[in-house]
């Protein structure tokens, strides 16, 4: 196994936990967590890319963990994430990287490809695909469409009520949330048919244990990760497609035209949510394959680990050395 190592990177307006591992000379693979995750749900990817002697660097996104969560709504929008791994890579010398994300920090690599596109040399997004800006901003569509049901982005709109939700068990949180977008037992997490006040959690079962592909050491590394940060930060991440929208108006229409990778499990719920924007991300990412791994729910890179690496690492190795060059800084 890879020693990994931690740091803690002073940039503009946030302190980053960054925790990293792989030879330094190899070339500087990026993996960012989505919600409620953390750093340590690329522990196996972590290591099998290490092996291959690339230096891997898995931090805490803004709001998570040890990195710092501004109390501001609007702290986080994209442009604003974007900017932390842009400083983090500035602080590092990195010239050229492979940016890696999953469920929120897919968004977040699809747009660095965009704002870095000579420093982004390969782009990978599991679970949430990319086909553009959106002529309207998204939370705009759910709230004409859930109108008077629940939905649970707009039910994460309002400051302080998920959070206290979310956070009066953690424990249960979170095996609610890994078991109900699992393969092996989705139930319906993202579209429920109950009234538009309800909360979120509160008509689940709690399983008592995490999956089977979440070992005990690995759910107390996620449990610690939110009693440190709790889950006001991550929330606000859903509060910004306005302004994320507004903030983006000079990326419209441009093209992601590095070799691309999306995978995505046939199970994962934002499947069907997003199958209209998976059709589309061809015309807006020309050079991306597209992969779906057989009996996987949202979690793909903890429930399905040699499949994904396997993907992974056979996209890079295939591109490496026209994107490369021998270029490992």
């Not at 086909?131 to 004409?144: H, L, S, Y």
Request: negative net charge; aromatic residues 10%.
């Amino acid at each position: 196994m890879q020693q990994i190592d931690h740091q803690m990177l002073e940039l503009e307006d946030v302190t980053l936990s960054l925790y990293s591992a792989g030879p330094v000379s190899g070339i500087p693979v990026w993996l960012l967590h989505g919600f409620p995750e953390c750093w340590y749900s690329w522990r196996h990817q972590i290591h099998a890319l290490a092996e291959a002697g690339f230096r891997v660097y898995a931090p805490e996104m803004r709001g998570y963990g040890a990195t710092s969560a501004p109390g501001e709504t609007q702290a986080y929008d994209l442009i604003s994430l974007c900017g932390d791994i842009r400083q983090a890579m500035d602080a590092l010398g990195q010239k050229r990287v492979i940016m890696v994300g999953h469920d929120w920090g897919a968004p977040v690599a699809w747009h660095l490809a965009l704002l870095e596109p000579d420093r982004i040399a390969l782009v990978c997004g599991m679970s949430v695909p990319f086909a553009g800006r959106p002529r309207q901003p998204a939370i705009k569509r759910m709230r004409e469409a859930f109108a008077d049901r629940f939905h649970y982005i707009l039910y994460f709109q309002e400051p302080g009520r998920a959070e206290a939700e979310l956070a009066e068990d953690i424990p249960r949180t979170m095996r609610l949330v890994m078991h109900g977008m699992s393969g092996a037992h989705t139930d319906g997490s993202l579209v429920q048919d109950k009234p538009r006040d309800a909360r979120w959690l509160d008509d689940r079962v709690d399983p008592g244990v995490p999956p089977d592909w979440c070992s005990a050491e690995a759910f107390e590394v996620y449990v610690r990760t939110f009693e440190r940060s709790g889950f006001h930060g991550p929330l606000n991440w859903y509060r910004n497609f306005e302004r994320t929208w507004e903030r983006t108006a000079g990326l419209a229409g441009q093209l992601i035209n590095q070799p691309a990778l999306f995978i995505i499990g046939d199970r994962d719920p934002v499947g069907a949510l997003e199958a209209h924007t998976i059709t589309r991300m061809p015309s807006v990412v020309p050079r991306v394959e597209q992969h779906v791994i057989p009996d996987c729910g949202h979690w793909l890179q903890g429930e399905k680990p040699e499949e994904v690496n396997r993907l992974l690492l056979d996209f890079i190795e295939r591109h490496r050395a026209e994107v490369f060059e021998g270029n490992h800084s």
